[in-house]
Structures are given as structure tokens and as C-alpha cells.
């Protein structure tokens, strides 16, 4: 298998244990293993303390997966364990051959497109439309996107890097769209949790959509990106059957210290979420307020879900350049859009952590030179 490097990963790999700021992380403020078994009940910690180091059930943690599927609307069947990047892999590899053409929300978390490309599919790139100040989706692009040989729509709501959601209105008619076609839909639901009104919170699509597969995790609405912990719900047993054999390619099973540490998030899962979104919202506040006040050199787009938000530099200068500047003279990363294939003059920035206003004030010391 051939695949590109993955920009954005790359990018994170050369700044993000070097440089002094961070305005772009896409995960939520973190916790310390105590904070997080010192809240939990006492199953979870006779499970800690007699935790042995041995391998673990290939599909995941019976407790485990009872706590995901009680979250996601699906039975514990229809469940499995796997690190969130690895769900995207295995999932597109299962469900995709060589020929099939696949319909991505885009701009995209570059594994949902790189993966069918390096799987030899044709990839067609569906682009949220910017209007008023926010994202739109563009449901005619879609129908008109869709070949012969469409096999896979692949979603991201609350999406990564704008923060668009649609309505459940919206999403219905995707997915009455994808029906009619007999088109399967991967919905990579990482910042599912992180809506800033919770009534907008949509289903999980499986919920709503037989022919789909949602990939979850605790790395960005939970704020536990370290134990690599997440899973693809879906109610086709053969798709989930497939994905685990794949597994046995990959990593087999979990970690055994990550699954009782997701066992102990999960119970505590409400809070634990409640705590990222708070963090989110304040900070959404900030941010709003210094782009907008810079109207002259920024142009801002509402987010309405998830950690990042994808405003516009505007002027001259290539928005690569003045990350790259930005690194140089006040040691603060920013990601550029080029990172999700895109020419916009666009920058990601991410809104989890507790250290944000920190950083926008750096950026804000870095514009006035
Ligand atoms: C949309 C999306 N999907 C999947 C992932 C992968 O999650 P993880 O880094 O926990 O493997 C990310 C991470 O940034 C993401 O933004």
C-alpha cells in the first residue's frame, strides 16, 4: 500500500513538543490518571487494582463495550474496540475495492480521503460552502456527485476543522439520499458531545441509517487523547465482523490499562464531557471577540460544534507564511490550511484547552510585531 504522508500529523509531529504555544490543537483539556479513578466507582477500581497485563478480548471489553453502546444507541454487538485512527483505516479497507468512488465532506481529516485514494478509489471532494459568516452544506453538490460506482459517503459532524453541524433536517436528507442510492455512510463522530447547544445534538447515524458504520473516541470530547482508546458502531454484522479481522493485522486487542481507563471515562462520561464543552465555550467567546475586533485582518466563521473553528487571514500574505512566522518569532504553532489540502488563506485554531487565551494573546502580541 502506498499513501501520501499525513500533512497534518507531520505538521503536529515537527511543533507540538517544541514550540511554546499551541492555538490549533483539536483535542480537549486533559486530566491526570488520579483525578480520573479518584472519581470512580468500585467495580471500576477493583478493576484497576487486579488489572493483569495479558492480552485482552479482541473486540473489546465487555463493560467497556456495554458503556459505548449505551451512548451510541446500538446494542453492545454491535461494537468495537480499536484506537480512532485505526477505526478509519480498517473500516475504509473493509468496505472499500479498488474502483469504487467515494463522496467526502471536505476540507477533511486527511486519513478519510487519503485512505480510499491509497486504496485506488476515486475520491470526489465535497466542500462546505461558506455563507454569511458560517458553513453550509451543499446537498445538491452531493446528488449530483453520486456515479455508478459511488460505494461510500463519508460525514464528520460536529466537523473538524470548520465546527459545522447541520440540522437533524439536513442530515435526514443525506441519508434519505444515500438510501435511495444503496450508498453506505462513514460518520466520524469524534466530537460528538461537543455541541455548544445540546439540543442540536444529532443521532449517532447508525441510529438512523442501517448501511453505516460511526467511528467515536475518547481523545477529543472526553479529553483523553492518551489512551488511544475509540471504537466503529454499526449495525451490519458482517462491516463489523470484517473490521475486527482486519484488527488482527493491526493491533489485535487493547491495551489492557487503556480499557479500564475508558471504562472509569465512560461511567463519568457526562461530566467528563460537560467539563471539555465549558472549556470550549469560554474560549469560543474569546475567540469570536479578538477576530472579530480584527475584522481588517481576519475573517470569521461561527462554529457550532467541536473544538476548532477555521477563520480566514485576509491581506497579502500566504496564511503559510504567517504560521511559519508565527513559529519563528514567538515560538506559537497555528496549522495551515494546506494541512487538509486546501488554498484559502484559512487557519485551524482549537478551543479544548485551558491554555487558549494564553495563546491568542500571543498571537495577538505577534500581530502587532
Ligand atoms: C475528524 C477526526 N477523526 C479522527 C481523528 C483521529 O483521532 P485520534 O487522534 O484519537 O486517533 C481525528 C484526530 O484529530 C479527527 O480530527
Redesign the pocket.
Known amino acids: 500500500m502506498k499513501v501520501r504522508d499525513f500533512l497534518l500529523e507531520r505538521y503536529f509531529a515537527k511543533y507540538e513538543f517544541t514550540v511554546e504555544h499551541m492555538l490549533s490543537p483539536?483535542d480537549c483539556e486533559t486530566m491526570g490518571m488520579e483525578d480520573l479513578l479518584s472519581g470512580s466507582d468500585s467495580e471500576v477500581l477493583d478493576l484497576w487494582r487486579n488489572l493483569k497485563l495479558s492480552y485482552t478480548e479482541a473486540r473489546g471489553h465487555p463493560l467497556l463495550l456495554k458503556e459505548i453502546a449505551s451512548r451510541t444507541g446500538v446494542t453492545s454487538e454491535e461494537v468495537l474496540e480499536i484506537?480512532?485512527?485505526e477505526g478509519?483505516f480498517l473500516t475504509m479497507n473493509a468496505l472499500l475495492d479498488q474502483d469504487d468512488h467515494a463522496v467526502i465532506l471536505s476540507p477533511s481529516?486527511q486519513s478519510l480521503y487519503e485512505i480510499p485514494k491509497s486504496l485506488g478509489c476515486e475520491v470526489t471532494r465535497w466542500y462546505l460552502k461558506k455563507e454569511n459568516g458560517s458553513w453550509r452544506l451543499d446537498i445538491p453538490f452531493l446528488e449530483g456527485a453520486v456515479r455508478e460506482n459511488t460505494r461510500l459517503v463519508v460525514l464528520?459532524f460536529p466537523h473538524?476543522p470548520t465546527g459545522f453541524l447541520p440540522s437533524l433536517d439536513e442530515l435526514t436528507e443525506v441519508l434519505d439520499f444515500c438510501a435511495k442510492k444503496g450508498i453506505f455512510v462513514f460518520s466520524?463522530e469524534?466530537y460528538r458531545g461537543l455541541e455548544y447547544d445540546s439540543e442540536k445534538r444529532l443521532p449517532s447515524v447508525p441510529e438512523l441509517y442501517k448501511k453505516s458504520a460511526a467511528?467515536g473516541?475518547l481523545?477529543k470530547t472526553y479529553g483523553l487523547?492518551g489512551l488511544?482508546t475509540?471504537w466503529i458502531t454499526s449495525r451490519d454484522p458482517w462491516l463489523l465482523d470484517r473490521v475486527a479481522s482486519l484488527k488482527d493485522y493491526t493491533t489485535i486487542c487493547a491495551s489492557a490499562p487503556s480499557e479500564i481507563l475508558a471504562i472509569a471515562a465512560l461511567r463519568r462520561g457526562d461530566e467528563l464531557a460537560g467539563r471539555c464543552r465549558a472549556i470550549v465555550i469560554e474560549n469560543l467567546h474569546r475567540a469570536r471577540k479578538f477576530f472579530l475586533d480584527r475584522s481588517d485582518r481576519f475573517e470569521w466563521f461561527e462554529p457550532r460544534g467541536g473544538s476548532t473553528a477555521f477563520p480566514r487571514l485576509l491581506g497579502n500574505q500566504s496564511v503559510k507564511d504567517f504560521c511559519e512566522n508565527a513559529v519563528k518569532e514567538r515560538s506559537l504553532m497555528i496549522l495551515p490550511d494546506f494541512v487538509f489540502d486546501v488554498d484559502w488563506n484559512h487557519f485551524r485554531i482549537g478551543m479544548g484547552r485551558k491554555n487558549f487565551p494564553e495563546a491568542l494573546e500571543v498571537l495577538g502580541e505577534f500581530l502587532e510585531g
Open positions: 483539536s484506537n480512532p485512527e478509519i481529516y464528520n473538524n466520524d469524534m467511528l473516541g481523545s487523547p488511544r475509540g
